[in-house]
C-alpha cells in the first residue's frame, strides 16, 4: 500500500467515526422532535375541545339564567343560548375526531349523551315558556354532569400530555449521553489510529535524519531499512543508493583532494612574499611560513588572530576593512603602498596589496594582503638619490664656472666673430643656462624627498598667491596673447603654507599651460575650501593629456612631448613632493583635445611640523 493510500486511509477512519457521530447525533434529534409533535398535536386538540366545551355551558347557564330575570329580552337571549349551543356542539365534534386515549372514545360520548338530554330539555322548555327558575326541571343538573365530564376529559388529556413530556425528556437524556458516549468513543478511536498513524509515518522519517547526521559525520557505511513498499521504502531505497554513491565518490577523490590540498600548502610555503588571509571581521584564516616568519609569529592555532594583534601600521588594517566593505581593491598611491617594519638588525620596507576574494554568490568572503619585500629596491632609490645629489653638487661648481667663462668671452670678443660663430656662442650659453637649472632641481628634488629641506610656514592669502603669480607671468601671457582669469571665491581662503614653495608650484604648474596653449588660449586658476583642506587647480584648454601619460606625468625625467623645448620632466615630481610636504596631495584630470585641469589639496591649518 502506497504512503498515500495510508494517509487517505487514515482520514477514511476519521471520517466514518464523525459520519456515525452526525448520524446518532440526527436520529436522537428526530426522536425528540417526534416526542414533541406528540405532545402538541395528540393532546393539546382535546384539551382545547374539552376548555371550549366548558366555557360554552357557562355562557349558556348564564343566558338561562337571564331568561328568568329578563324575561322582556327572551328572544334575544334565546338567540345567545342558541349560539352558545352551537359552539359546544362544533368543539364536541372536534374532540370525537382526535380520540388518541384509551377511554377517552366512552367518556367523548358520555358528555355526548348527557349534552344531549340536557339540550333536549333545554330547548324544549323554551318553546313552552317552561324555565320558571333555574332549579327547574334537570337542566342545571345535566349541566354540570357535562361540564364535570368536560373537566374529566380535560384532565386526562393534561396526564397523558405530562407523560410524553416525561417521556420526551427521557428520550433526550437518553440522546445526550448516547451521543456523548459515542462521540468519546470516536474521538478516542480517532486518536489513537492517528497516533498510530503519525508513529508509522514519522519512523521511517527519524530514521533518515539519524542516517543524514552520520552521514554529515564523514561516515558513509550507513544505510536506512526498506520495510514498506510504499513511497517511504522507495525513498529508502533511493537513499541506500545514494549512500553508497557518496562513498564511492569519497574514496574515488580523497586523494586527489588531499593531494591537491599538499600541493597548495606547498605553494603556499614556497612563495617567499608573506601572504596573509582574512575573512570579513579582520580574524586571520591563513598565512604562509614567510608571513610567519616576518611577523615573529610562532607555527600555532592562528584561528584567535586579528589584523591589530600583529600589523602595528593601523593604515594597513583600514585599508583590508575598506576592501572588505566596498568588495574593490582600494586604489592606494605606489609610494603610499609601503609597510616599514623595524627588525632587530635594520628596517625592512614592503610593497602590500589587496585583493578581495569572492564566494560563488558574489559575496566577499576574504581578502588577500600580499607583502613584497622592497627592501632593496629602496636601497638603491636611496643610492641613486644621494649620487644625483652627489653628482648635482659636483656639477654645479664647474657649470657656473662655465657659465662665467662663456659669458665673459662673449662679451670681449662679440664683435669680433662671424654671425655663425655668435649663433654657436648663444647656444652654448643657454645649454649651460639649461644645465645649471636642471642640476638645481635635482638638487631640490632630492632634499624633498630626503625630508631635509625646510619649510617657512606662514598663514597666508590664497588671493594674494594668484596676485602674485599673475603678474610674474603678464609679459608672457601678452607676447601669446593668452588670457589668465581668476576664479576666486567670494570670501578669501587662508591657509598655512609656505608661500614661496606654493608659488613655485603655481609657476610650474601655468608655465606648463603656457607651453601648451595655443595662441589665444585660456588658463584659469580657481580655489575653493571644505571644513579641512583648501583646493586650488589650474585649468587650460590646450591639447589635453594622453590617457596613457596621466598616472606616469608625476614621475621623474617623465616627458608627454619630445620637444626640446618641452622641459627637464623634474617640474612636476618636484610640485609633487612640495605638496605632499605640505601634507597634500596634487592629481591631474584631462582629456585629449579638451584641455588639463591640475588640481592639488592643502590642509587649511598645519598638521604637522
Not at 358 to 385: A, P, Y
Not at 420 to 432: G, N, P, T, Y
Not at 447 to 474: M, P
Not at 524 to 529: C, E, F, M, Q
Amino acid at each position: 500500500m502506497t504512503l498515500k493510500k495510508n494517509i487517505l486511509m487514515g482520514y477514511g477512519v476519521v471520517f466514518a467515526l464523525l459520519s456515525i457521530v452526525i448520524i446518532w447525533a440526527i436520529t436522537n434529534i428526530l426522536s425528540l422532535r417526534d416526542a414533541t409533535d406528540a405532545i402538541l398535536s395528540e393532546n393539546y386538540r382535546s384539551i382545547l375541545a374539552a376548555k371550549n366545551m366548558a366555557e360554552s355551558l357557562e355562557a349558556q347557564e348564564s343566558r338561562i339564567y337571564m331568561l328568568l330575570s329578563y324575561a322582556a329580552a327572551a328572544g334575544e337571549i334565546q338567540e345567545e343560548l342558541r349560539a352558545a349551543d352551537l359552539v359546544f356542539i362544533q368543539w364536541l365534534a372536534r374532540a370525537k375526531d382526535n380520540i388518541t386515549i384509551d377511554g377517552e372514545q366512552d367518556l367523548v360520548n358520555s358528555i355526548e349523551q348527557t349534552y344531549s338530554e340536557y339540550r333536549e330539555l333545554v330547548f324544549s322548555a323554551m318553546s313552552t315558556q317552561g324555565i320558571t327558575s333555574p332549579e327547574s326541571g334537570d337542566v342545571l343538573r345535566l349541566s354540570s354532569v357535562v361540564r364535570s365530564k368536560c373537566n374529566q376529559l380535560y384532565v386526562m388529556n393534561e396526564k397523558v400530555m405530562y407523560a410524553a413530556r416525561d417521556r420526551a425528556g427521557s428520550v433526550a437524556a437518553r440522546a445526550v449521553w448516547s451521543t456523548s458516549v459515542i462521540a468519546a468513543s470516536a474521538l478516542i478511536l480517532a486518536l489513537v489510529f492517528s497516533l498510530f498513524l503519525a508513529e508509522r509515518l514519522v519512523k521511517p522519517l527519524r530514521q533518515f535524519i539519524e542516517a543524514s547526521r552520520i552521514i554529515s559525520a564523514g561516515d558513509y557505511t550507513v544505510s536506512v531499512p526498506v520495510r514498506t513498499p510504499d513511497e517511504l521504502g522507495l525513498l529508502a531505497g533511493e537513499f541506500n543508493q545514494m549512500v553508497s554513491k557518496l562513498q564511492r565518490y569519497h574514496e574515488l577523490n580523497i586523494e586527489q583532494i588531499l593531494s591537491e590540498k599538499r600541493k597548495g600548502e606547498a605553494i603556499l610555503a614556497s612563495i617567499e612574499d608573506g601572504m596573509i588571509v582574512f575573512d570579513p571581521v579582520l580574524a586571520v584564516t591563513g598565512i604562509n611560513a614567510a608571513a610567519r616568519t616576518l611577523f615573529g609569529l610562532e607555527f600555532s592555532d592562528y584561528s584567535a588572530l586579528h589584523c591589530d594583534d600583529f600589523i602595528s601600521d593601523k593604515r594597513i588594517c583600514g585599508i583590508i576593512q575598506q576592501a572588505i566593505e566596498t568588495g574593490k581593491k582600494p586604489e592606494v598611491a605606489d609610494e603610499d603602498r609601503i609597510l616599514i617594519i623595524a627588525k632587530e638588525d635594520a628596517i625592512r620596507h614592503f610593497l602590500f596589496s589587496v585583493t578581495s576574494i569572492r564566494g560563488k554568490d558574489g559575496q566577499i568572503s576574504g581578502v588577500v594582503l600580499l607583502l613584497r619585500d622592497v627592501t632593496h629596491l629602496k636601497e638603491v632609490e636611496r643610492m641613486k638619490s644621494e649620487f644625483i645629489m652627489a653628482a648635482s653638487h659636483e656639477l654645479r661648481t664647474p657649470l657656473t664656472s662655465l657659465g662665467m667663462s662663456i659669458e665673459l668671452i662673449r662679451n670681449q670678443i662679440e664683435s669680433d666673430l662671424a654671425p655663425r660663430e655668435k649663433e654657436l656662442l648663444q647656444v652654448a650659453c643657454e645649454e649651460v643656462d639649461r644645465m645649471k637649472n636642471l642640476v638645481h632641481e635635482l638638487l631640490d628634488l632630492s632634499r624633498l624627498e630626503a625630508g631635509s629641506i625646510e619649510l617657512d610656514f606662514e598663514r597666508v592669502s590664497v588671493f594674494s598667491l594668484f596676485t602674485h603669480v599673475s603678474e610674474i607671468f603678464s609679459g608672457q601671457l601678452d607676447m601669446k596673447k593668452v588670457v589668465l582669469s581668476v576664479s576666486a571665491p567670494n570670501s578669501d581662503i587662508k591657509v598655512e603654507v609656505d608661500a614661496n614653495k606654493i608659488t613655485w608650484v603655481l609657476s610650474n604648474l601655468i608655465s606648463n599651460a603656457l607651453r601648451y596653449v595655443s595662441q589665444g588660449g585660456q588658463i584659469v586658476l580657481s580655489a575653493w575650501r571644505d571644513n579641512l583642506n583648501a583646493y586650488f587647480s589650474v585649468r587650460d584648454n590646450g591639447p589635453g593629456i594622453p590617457l596613457e601619460y596621466q598616472a606616469k606625468i608625476f614621475q621623474k625625467f617623465m616627458q608627454v612631448s619630445k620637444d626640446k623645448n618641452s622641459g627637464s620632466g623634474l617640474g612636476l615630481a618636484i610640485c609633487k613632493e612640495i605638496i605632499r610636504a605640505h601634507g597634500g596631495a596634487i592629481w591631474v584630470d584631462s582629456a585629449e583635445g579638451s584641455g588639463s585641469t591640475f588640481t592639488f589639496m592643502l590642509p587649511v591649518e598645519r598638521r604637522y611640523g
